[in-house]
């Protein structure tokens, strides 16, 4: 399994923020910290997430909803949900539309971690 670092995270949120706007800089280390290792979190040597779905809708869900970044929440936690998806061979088929709604329901509370985790199985190329 291939693993983005808590670095190439914050390098892809600066791009980001170049390319589309916004405010640079982290608001809470901590909260960054806590989102990029709950997706490998154990409790008695047992995976609480055990495949590369459940970890990647939990990096994206850490990130969108931890808020660890000044800006650009939504933004990182998206593409990096997408890129460790990628980078473990799991490529997802949807519509721009699609993503940004199930995104946006991820920022508003209206979808949870479960939901999204669905939603990448719903839409992995097959």
Same mark, same amino acid.
């Given at each position: 399994?291939?693993?983005?670092?808590?670095?190439?995270?914050?390098?892809?949120?600066?791009?980001?923020?170049?390319?589309?706007?916004?405010?640079?800089?982290?608001?809470?280390?901590?909260?960054? =910290?806590?989102?990029?290792?709950?997706?490998?979190?154990?409790?008695?040597?047992?995976?609480?997430?055990?495949?590369?779905?459940?970890?990647?809708?939990?990096?994206?869900?850490?990130?969108?909803?931890?808020?660890?970044? &000044? =800006?650009?929440?939504?933004? &990182?936690?998206?593409?990096?949900?997408?890129?460790?998806?990628?980078?473990?061979?799991?490529?997802?088929?949807?519509?721009?539309?699609?993503?940004?709604?199930?995104?946006?329901?991820?920022?508003?509370?209206?979808?949870?971690?479960?939901?999204?985790?669905?939603?990448?199985?719903?839409?992995?190329?097959?």
């Amino acid at each position: 399994m291939k693993v983005l670092t808590g670095k190439q995270i914050i390098e892809l949120q600066k791009h980001l923020i170049d390319r589309y706007g916004g405010i640079h800089g982290i608001r809470d280390k901590g909260i960054l =910290d806590s989102a990029l290792n709950a997706p490998f979190q154990t409790f008695s040597g047992i995976e609480l997430y055990p495949d590369i779905i459940e970890k990647a809708a939990r990096l994206g869900y850490g990130l969108i909803k931890g808020h660890a970044f &000044i =800006d650009g929440n939504k933004r &990182i936690g998206t593409h990096a949900m997408l890129i460790f998806l990628l980078l473990n061979d799991i490529e997802l088929v949807y519509s721009d539309d699609d993503l940004i709604k199930m995104i946006l329901d991820v920022a508003a509370g209206t979808a949870d971690c479960k939901e999204l985790s669905e939603w990448i199985i719903t839409h992995k190329k097959q």
